[in-house]
């Protein structure tokens, strides 16, 4: 019988359908089968910087969670220890504090941390792994863009909400024999666009790994007219762009002190201005935004997270440090922490591509 440990517990990045779920099965069989007590640590590593943000994470507080979205540990997308945002004067500056969270992981008397986010989270635990602080992680993102996991969990509940959202704009669609475009999340993946677009019939689907053509999307639409389909529904990510075009950016990287990534937003906008130059139909832009990524988790996400966080503790168990859980062909595997630093992004040329494009759906190219 292993001894039981003193484990950390963090959530970090953008939050997302069935963390709760995972912290849920991680704490009641860390606490059943091993024996071992759990800290809480709130807004991701923020709560290794900061005083006063971290607590006893009991069975108890898992009580009623296991549907509910968000994180009861609390996020925060910006707080990397690494390059942390501190103000000096009227301005933010970087700087490394990881040293404060190692003391502060050493005080707790951690053994370990259990890190569950997307890319950014996962990669600042391997470096942490590096400085002697040991991590496993969990990979969570609406994007399913992660190479190391066949799927994250998060995304087959944002993959539901997208396709119930482009069901009910096909009934407006319709009506008023207008185009809508619909602007789905994903970062610089597009398969929560390509899944949703397929599930929800969309006419044309914009992805960022393929730049589109306007033409080809006004012959789509032309093509639909002369059928006696009077509407159409574009399903196109945030970052998607036309060919000889750039990403849609609100802001960049920049403008957010310790974030170091840009935030996409307004590619619907972009493609819809385009198209409104070539075609006479009404156009109207949807931009799902954060909907996608609130509410309950689906049953399959629920089992995901329970499962990850189950297996996070054979990784502990058997020192597999520096490692994050991970899906590989229905089975629950492990695969390196540093794994998560690779992005992973559709196939153009891929099966789903091809079956779509083979029914007719433009990617417009
Ligand atoms: O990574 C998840 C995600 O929802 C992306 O799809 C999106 O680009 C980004 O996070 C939005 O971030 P924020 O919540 O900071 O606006």
Not at 172 to 182: K, L
Not at 254 to 275: E, F, M, N, Y
Not at 291 to 310: E, K, S
Request: proline share 4%; glycine share 14%; with cysteine.
């Amino acid at each position: 019988m292993p001894r039981p440990l003193r484990l950390g517990v963090l959530t970090g990045g953008g939050d997302c359908p069935g963390l709760n779920a995972l912290i849920r099965g991680l704490v009641k069989r860390g606490i059943h089968e091993f024996g071992h007590e759990f800290v809480g640590i709130e807004n991701g590593y923020m709560g290794l910087v900061e005083p006063e943000l971290t607590r006893p994470l009991t069975e108890e507080d898992t009580r009623g969670i296991l549907p509910k979205g968000g994180t009861i540990l609390g996020t925060s997308n910006k707080a990397n220890p690494f390059q942390y945002a501190v103000r000096e004067g009227d301005t933010w500056v970087e700087k490394d504090v990881s040293d404060i969270a190692l003391r502060r992981a050493e005080e707790l008397k951690l053994d370990g941390i259990i890190a569950i986010g997307g890319d950014g989270t996962l990669t600042i635990g391997h470096k942490f792994t590096e400085k002697g602080l040991r991590v496993v992680g969990c990979p969570k993102t609406i994007d399913n863009d992660l190479s190391g996991t066949d799927q994250t969990f998060g995304f087959d509940t944002a993959r539901a909400i997208c396709t119930e959202a482009i069901d009910r704009l096909h009934s407006t669609a319709e009506a008023h024999d207008r185009v809508m475009v619909v602007e789905i999340m994903g970062r610089n993946s597009g398969f929560l666009t390509l899944d949703s677009g397929i599930a929800g019939g969309a006419d044309v689907i914009l992805i960022p790994e393929i730049p589109y053509r306007v033409e080809a999307i006004v012959e789509k639409i032309r093509r639909r007219g002369r059928r006696k389909r009077s509407f159409s529904i574009i399903a196109i990510a945030e970052g998607a762009y036309p060919e000889g075009g750039t990403l849609a950016v609100l802001d960049k990287a920049s403008d957010i002190p310790g974030r170091g990534v840009v935030r996409l937003g307004g590619a619907g906008k972009v493609c819809a201005d385009l198209l409104a130059r070539h075609i006479e139909a009404e156009i109207r832009v949807t931009v799902l935004g954060h909907l996608q990524r609130g509410g309950t988790p689906t049953a399959a996400d629920r089992v995901l997270a329970t499962m990850y966080g189950c297996k996070a503790l054979d990784l502990v168990r058997d020192g597999q440090w520096d490692s994050m859980v991970a899906l590989r062909n229905g089975k629950i595997v492990t695969a390196p922490l540093s794994e998560s630093r690779k992005e992973r992004r559709v196939d153009p040329n891929g099966e789903p591509v091809r079956f779509a494009k083979s029914m007719g759906i433009s990617f417009g190219d």
